[in-house]
């Protein structure tokens, strides 16, 4: 190689390694700083594209898990109060099976008889007053289905049905197929003025129309475990894709921090020795003045 005053070859060449060392120390500790191997596209931009939309799908899957629990919350709501209606007509039934024997007395049937229409008129109360989020849930307000959202895809595989029966009326009404409660109250108390004459309106008959209250409820109770096995089943795949695709994630974004200082401290080197011959390269073309 030719010295010459005029071009430093030498120079040239330790600057351009210089800012090669340099740019790989910036790196190195960006990385280690941000702790992500990938903070723009330019260094990996296959790996940026691909983190990104597996980040979309990660926060779909929080959406989906906390639309499954808000479904599993409004169904444990239902449960419970179906739980209560359930309470008082097993002891209306309780009731009605006293005043089905002939050994009480009329003063007895009357005390028998008022218990049995408070616990109707609180039946009618609580599926009227029973509502989650704005929704009122047992008074027949929900016409139709209602789907949860369970999974982050548009199709039925993400969708979990809660049949309308769920919410049909709960009313005392609804469930006895009778509107005049205070009469149907009588009835099972064995006060029926019309008892006498006919049968069906004496209070052991009534037996069987408060057993097909309490089997309605039953049903509506069973279907809804049946849902909630369900949206545990969801929760928990949910758990197992979110986990899967975080660790996806991190094996394409996050930064080896080991790797990651060892390039550090190469680069620091290589900076160092390319700084100090780039020092050197700048005095060579003094040599040639010593020519002169």
Same mark, same amino acid.
């Given at each position: 190689?030719?010295?010459?005053?005029?071009?430093?070859?030498?120079?040239?060449?330790?600057?351009?390694?210089?800012?090669?060392?340099?740019?790989?120390?910036?790196?190195?500790?960006?990385?280690?700083?941000?702790?992500?191997?990938?903070?723009?596209?330019?260094?990996?931009?296959?790996?940026?594209?691909?983190?990104?939309?597996?980040?979309?799908?990660?926060?779909?899957?929080?959406?989906?898990?906390?639309?499954?629990?808000?479904?599993?919350?409004?169904?444990?709501?239902?449960?419970?109060?179906?739980?209560? #209606?359930?309470?008082? @007509? $097993?002891?209306?039934?309780?009731?009605?099976?006293? +005043? =089905?024997?002939?050994?009480? !007395?009329?003063? /007895?049937?009357?005390?028998?008889?008022?218990?049995?229409?408070?616990?109707?008129?609180?039946?009618?109360?609580?599926?009227?007053?029973?509502?989650?989020?704005?929704?009122?849930?047992?008074?027949?307000?929900?016409?139709?289905?209602?789907?949860?959202?369970?999974?982050?895809?548009?199709?039925?595989?993400?969708?979990?049905?809660?049949?309308?029966?769920?919410?049909?009326?709960?009313?005392?009404?609804?469930?006895?197929?009778?509107?005049?409660?205070?009469?149907?109250?009588?009835?099972?108390?064995?006060?029926?003025?019309?008892?006498?004459?006919?049968?069906?309106?004496?209070?052991?008959?009534?037996?069987?129309?408060?057993?097909?209250?309490?089997?309605?409820?039953?049903?509506?109770?069973?279907?809804?475990?049946? #849902?909630?096995?369900? @949206? $545990?089943?969801?929760?928990?795949?949910?758990?197992? +894709? =979110?986990?899967?695709?975080? !660790?996806?994630? /991190?094996?394409?974004?996050?930064?080896?921090?080991?790797?990651?200082?060892?390039?550090?401290?190469?680069?620091?080197?290589?900076?160092?020795?390319?700084?100090?011959?780039?020092?050197?390269?700048?005095?060579?073309?003094?040599?040639?003045?010593?020519?002169?």
């Amino acid at each position: 190689m030719p010295l010459s005053l005029v071009t430093n070859t030498m120079a040239m060449r330790c600057r351009v390694y210089l800012d090669e060392s340099t740019s790989s120390l910036q790196s190195a500790m960006n990385r280690m700083a941000s702790g992500y191997r990938i903070n723009s596209a330019k260094d990996d931009a296959a790996g940026y594209a691909i983190a990104a939309q597996m980040g979309t799908k990660l926060s779909s899957y929080d959406v989906a898990s906390n639309n499954t629990q808000i479904g599993a919350d409004l169904l444990s709501t239902l449960e419970e109060n179906y739980d209560l #209606i359930n309470d008082h @007509l $097993e002891r209306i039934r309780e009731l009605t099976m006293q +005043a =089905s024997n002939d050994t009480y !007395s009329e003063e /007895s049937k009357r005390a028998i008889e008022a218990e049995i229409l408070a616990r109707y008129n609180e039946i009618t109360r609580v599926a009227n007053s029973t509502e989650y989020n704005g929704f009122y849930l047992m008074d027949g307000s929900i016409q139709g289905d209602l789907g949860l959202q369970a999974g982050i895809y548009g199709d039925s595989s993400s969708r979990i049905t809660m049949e309308a029966f769920l919410f049909a009326p709960a009313t005392t009404s609804a469930l006895m197929a009778r509107n005049d409660i205070e009469v149907l109250a009588a009835e099972c108390a064995g006060l029926s003025p019309d008892a006498a004459a006919d049968p069906d309106k004496r209070a052991y008959a009534m037996l069987s129309v408060i057993d097909d209250a309490i089997t309605n409820i039953a049903d509506r109770v069973t279907q809804i475990g049946a #849902i909630q096995n369900r @949206l $545990e089943s969801a929760l928990s795949a949910i758990d197992v +894709a =979110s986990e899967n695709l975080t !660790s996806s994630v /991190s094996t394409i974004r996050d930064a080896d921090i080991a790797t990651e200082s060892t390039n550090y401290i190469q680069s620091q080197i290589m900076q160092q020795a390319a700084s100090t011959l780039l020092m050197t390269a700048n005095q060579a073309p003094s040599i040639a003045l010593d020519l002169l």
